[in-house]
């Protein structure tokens, strides 16, 4: 027997991620990105974001990264400890 498939609002799942699609993030190294999407994983089940680098990058203009990940705060060499990426508004 086949499971309903239930849609959800992605804007929805990404405000409760703290996400904002469209939005215009920093990444830790300097670089700008554009978050355009969350992404559902077919094996797991687990979410994704997509973002597009504001940049000319010559391995890809677009990335995924899970959102834990993308959400996670991280140590720098120095030791302190910041947000891997810091959102800086809409475009």
Not at 1 to 8: A, F, G, N, V
Not at 15 to 35: F, N, S
Request: net charge negative; aromatic share 14%; charged share 20%.
């Amino acid at each position: 027997m086949l499971q309903q498939i239930q849609t959800t609002d992605i804007h929805h799942k990404a405000a409760y991620y703290g996400l904002h699609i469209g939005g215009i993030y920093l990444h830790y190294k300097g670089h700008r990105y554009k978050v355009r999407a969350l992404a559902c994983n077919t094996e797991d089940l687990s979410w994704s974001v997509v973002y597009e680098a504001l940049y000319t990058n010559k391995i890809s203009q677009i990335w995924s990264r899970n959102v834990e990940d993308f959400l996670a705060t991280i140590t720098l060499e120095d030791g302190a400890q910041q947000p891997r990426f810091i959102y800086l508004g809409q475009e």
